[in-house]
């Protein structure tokens, strides 16, 4: 897979270092070490140097020679990572012992977030995530809504749109309208996060319908300070999640409160609804439904909340039970 551009952040700080730092401090943000995996000497090169050449000409921190480049990143992993040359058809250099992060961390180790909203590729004959970078889910938040979703911005507040074009007014004007506000006017928009079912297709929502919509979908900020402890392609063992519903308890865990009123109501509703219901079928001489008629009529709407609640209410699914015997009886 081919090495991403790192966030603009990052970039900036590591343009702050000379060399080898430099090239070390970016190999780490992008590479760990597994001793089963390889990457060729040329990916490696080309990107480092795609990602700072032009920086030299505005700094003047020269690269490093190829060859410097190889051997410093032998030296950035403590010997785990090798230059090796692969034998095969066609001879490839490679450097065995490291693999790319799936996505880079920052330099005390934090990783970055990778947005994965649906892009078409650059042939337009496809598509695929997105891939930038973010630390902050706010970041991604304001990313998807002005590059994907291109939600308009309010006109910037500023006085004058034109002030008479001094120094350098060309880079206050650009984060002026960055920072600008979304408007909230009704748009047609669709939600492209893979797996959504949502928003798949096009809608008339405002912004601010759709902002509470995307919040669910970013992944949650990575923690402070915890450098990741496994490889990033490590994936946590699947686990199954169970949700339940909560309504208030007492101190040793028994229902309480409105909800547990309420199905004690209901249950002694269903009951005596079918001594009603009994009694006036035995006017009726109809005894072969034993008064069950009358609940159904009540009942039987809601017969598929009640089930749903018993089985997602922990409390509560004691006295629910009763309730559904005394529907059901
Ligand atoms: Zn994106
Ligand atoms: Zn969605």
Redesign the pocket.
């Known amino acids: 897979s081919e090495i991403p551009p790192i966030p603009a952040p990052l970039l900036d700080a590591l343009l702050a270092l000379e060399e080898p730092e430099r090239s070390s401090k970016w190999l780490r943000c992008l590479f760990e070490e597994d001793k089963d995996e390889a990457i060729t000497q040329i990916a490696l090169w080309q990107a480092y140097q795609a990602r700072f050449a032009h920086a030299v000409d505005n700094m003047g921190r020269p690269l490093l020679p190829a060859a410097e480049f190889i051997k410093n990143v032998s030296t950035t992993f403590a010997e785990k990572a090798a230059a090796q040359v692969q034998a095969g058809p066609v001879q490839k250099f490679i450097i065995k012992g490291i693999r790319l992060r799936d996505a880079p961390v920052d330099l005390t180790g934090r990783p970055y977030q990778k947005?994965?909203?649906t892009?078409p590729t650059p042939d337009g004959t496809g598509t695929r995530?997105?891939?930038?970078f973010f630390m902050e889910p706010a970041e991604?938040f304001t990313?998807?809504f002005s590059?994907?979703l291109r939600v308009p911005k309010a006109a910037s507040p500023s006085p004058s749109p034109h002030t008479p074009s001094g120094e350098g007014a060309g880079e206050i004007a650009e984060p002026k309208t960055e920072g600008g506000k979304f408007t909230n006017d009704e748009g047609t928009y669709r939600c492209l996060w893979p797996g959504c079912t949502r928003f798949r297709n096009p809608i008339q929502i405002r912004p601010a319908q759709l902002a509470a919509h995307i919040k669910i979908h970013l992944p949650p900020p990575s923690p402070l300070g915890a450098s990741a402890k496994q490889p990033s392609w490590v994936s946590p063992a699947l686990t199954q999640s169970f949700s339940f519903l909560s309504t208030p308890v007492d101190e040793r865990g028994d229902a309480a409160g409105i909800p547990l009123t309420a199905v004690l109501v209901l249950r002694n509703l269903a009951r005596n609804l079918r001594r009603l219901g009994r009694e006036e079928e035995e006017r009726e001489d109809e005894r072969e439904n034993g008064g069950g008629r009358m609940v159904a009529r009540y009942f039987g709407g809601v017969k598929g909340e009640l089930w749903f609640v018993f089985a997602h209410n922990k409390s509560l699914a004691s006295y629910l039970g009763d309730l559904l015997i005394a529907i059901a009886e």
Not at 129 to 132: F, Q, T
């Open positions: 947005c994965l909203w892009t995530p997105c891939g930038a991604m990313h998807i590059s994907h």
